[in-house]
């Protein structure tokens, strides 16, 4: 034992005397929190290295000063820091954002927790203030609500489209031009209103305003079709979008509710005469959603990687900080957060890779490909994300292909955790390797209920579904995308036929040698 050290008591943990030192000693070297000591007045006596990071003033520059030359000067006039304190007193603690000042004059959006420090009895004695920088955050927040204002102008200002939102009873809350000028309402004629209002009444004896409502609460959306009554009582043919809202805490908060006049379309459709014109039109229709539906994965992938990296850099700071963490809500939380944030980031790429795929600009590589190896590497990637269940392989020797390392190892982890997804608990999922004379194939063969032959084809689909697979996340873009990129290696991906004893068998097949 060091000379001069507490020992430890007879239960093993360090003295108290040595705990405090550490304590203070960690304190004193954390870099991206200012944490430090005021006393009763609010003059500062400890500083650490996070507050001379943060803040800019040295040790010997700002002990014994009072804290509120932190403040902007019309915090000061207005006597917050004092006010804080008084709070801190009387509550125990006290948090607050907003703007700090630095030594050099600059500002920085900062959170900010006082804690009131009391003796063992009772008397207040200072107070200990932790403060962090969230001015990143605060610039994203910021950026994120002018583009909300900047989209609800847009909203309001389209004529095109009937676009407003409903409380979860069906009342009408906003109006847009574009109601405006399709139902012949003015805003202060119809906000307040239930929506049955633009119904026939055939509609509203039949329920139907009330079915779609609990469709869309149901399913997340509600599409149809159906005559719908202007103010004037004219009726117009229409095209509605009924979507329902959520809170982030999963809270209903009501309706979104869009249409659009398809008078002309039906008067057109019921005069013409033909299959085969009916036809035609319906594929210049698809086509043209196809290419809105790329067009818009596109920007939302986009949109969504800025917003979700922020979201992970801030759960970042809770995660590191997960030993210190005692609070078992608090610690859930963040586990789910962060499950969650996975999972979003894994949809993200998928609508990135979707996208590309689509518009010819996904870029493949052409090299030896060391299969045995990714499969080793994917394997080992899902164990450690759930060591419970079993992945048997069957093939040792080395197996190489020709192709993209990083996009077969992105077909072989899709195969591989579908195959998890899919299989009992209990049951092992096998992972096959053969070597022919010009291919290389791998076969992943899961332990579920199989896929019945009127849906196999479907799974390769983009957004594809099964019934089986409601219940799990992801956007059904996966088999899609490991397809695409097996074709676009020269390669194949197949759902082999039925066993009798149930379960799935996908077999990934890859050139043994390049092109010549």
Same mark, same amino acid.
């Given at each position: 034992m060091a000379h001069g050290s507490t020992p430890p008591d007879s239960g093993g943990r360090m003295g108290d005397a040595e705990e405090d030192r550490l304590l203070a000693s960690l304190v004193r070297s954390v870099a991206d929190y200012a944490i430090f000591v005021l006393d009763v007045d609010g003059c500062i006596q400890t500083w650490n290295a996070g507050a001379e990071r943060l803040k800019g003033y040295r040790r010997e520059d700002i002990v014994g000063q009072h804290f509120s030359v932190f403040y902007p000067k019309e915090d000061v006039e207005a006597g917050k820091p004092d006010w804080e304190l008084a709070v801190a007193a009387a509550d125990g603690a006290f948090e607050v954002e907003g703007w700090r000042i630095r030594n050099d004059g600059t500002r920085f959006w900062a959170d900010v927790v006082i804690t009131a420090i009391r003796s063992v009895d009772g008397d207040l004695i200072g107070f200990g203030k932790v403060t962090r920088d969230l001015t990143d955050r605060k610039r994203g $927040?910021?950026?994120?609500?002018?583009?909300?204002?900047?989209?609800?102008? &847009? %909203?309001?200002? %389209? @004529?095109?489209?009937? #676009?407003?939102?409903?409380?979860? $009873?069906?009342? %009408?809350?906003?109006?847009? /031009?574009? @109601?405006?000028? /399709?139902?012949?309402?003015?805003? !202060?004629? #119809? #906000? +307040?209103?239930?929506?049955?209002?633009?119904?026939? !009444?055939?509609?509203?004896?039949?329920?139907?305003? !009330? @079915? +779609?409502?609990? *469709?869309? &609460? $149901? *399913? +997340?959306?509600?599409?149809?079709?159906?005559?719908?009554?202007?103010? !004037?009582?004219?009726?117009?043919?229409?095209?509605?979008? #009924? *979507?329902? /809202?959520h809170g982030p805490d999963g809270t209903h908060r009501g309706f979104a509710k869009v249409t659009r006049d398809l008078t002309d379309r039906k008067r057109a459709e019921s005069a013409l005469r033909g299959v085969l014109d009916r036809e035609r039109e319906a594929a210049n229709r698809l086509r043209e959603l196809d290419r809105l539906k790329t067009d818009f994965i596109a920007v939302v992938a986009h949109d969504l990687r800025g917003p979700v990296g922020v979201a992970q850099s801030l759960l970042q700071i809770g995660v590191e900080d997960w030993d210190a963490m005692t609070d078992p809500e608090l610690r859930d939380l963040v586990e789910r957060a962060r499950h969650r944030l996975e999972t979003l980031g894994s949809f993200v790429d998928d609508l990135f890779d979707a996208a590309r795929l689509e518009t010819g600009d996904l870029q493949i590589s052409t090299e030896v490909v060391d299969v045995r190896a990714l499969v080793d590497q994917v394997v080992a990637d899902a164990s450690v994300t759930d060591p419970a269940r079993r992945i048997d392989v069957d093939g040792t020797e080395e197996i190489t292909a020709f192709g993209d390392p990083q996009r077969t190892w992105q077909i072989l982890s899709n195969l591989v955790s579908n195959a998890l997804k899919f299989s009992p608990p209990d049951a092992a999922v096998q992972v096959r390797l053969r070597k022919g004379d010009e291919t290389v194939a791998v076969d992943v063969v899961d332990g579920g209920p199989g896929v019945p032959d009127e849906q196999r084809e479907l799974l390769f689909g983009r957004f594809a579904r099964l019934p089986t697979s409601a219940t799990t996340p992801g956007a059904g873009l996966g088999l899609f995308i490991a397809r695409s990129l097996a074709e676009a290696q020269g390669g194949r991906l197949e759902l082999a036929d039925p066993s009798p004893g149930g379960g799935a068998t996908f077999t990934l097949t890859l050139p043994a040698t390049g092109p010549a």
């Open positions: $927040d910021d950026a994120l609500r002018e583009s909300e204002e900047r989209f609800a102008l &847009l %909203v309001s200002s %389209v @004529a095109d489209y009937a #676009i407003f939102l409903l409380r979860p $009873d069906g009342t %009408v809350t906003t109006w847009n /031009l574009g @109601a405006e000028q /399709l139902k012949g309402y003015r805003p !202060d004629e #119809i #906000i +307040g209103r239930h929506f049955s209002t633009f119904y026939t !009444d055939e509609d509203r004896r039949d329920g139907v305003p !009330d @079915a +779609g409502l609990a *469709t869309a &609460l $149901d *399913t +997340g959306r509600w599409r149809n079709e159906g005559w719908r009554v202007r103010k !004037d009582g004219t009726r117009f043919w229409a095209e509605v979008v #009924i *979507t329902s /809202l």
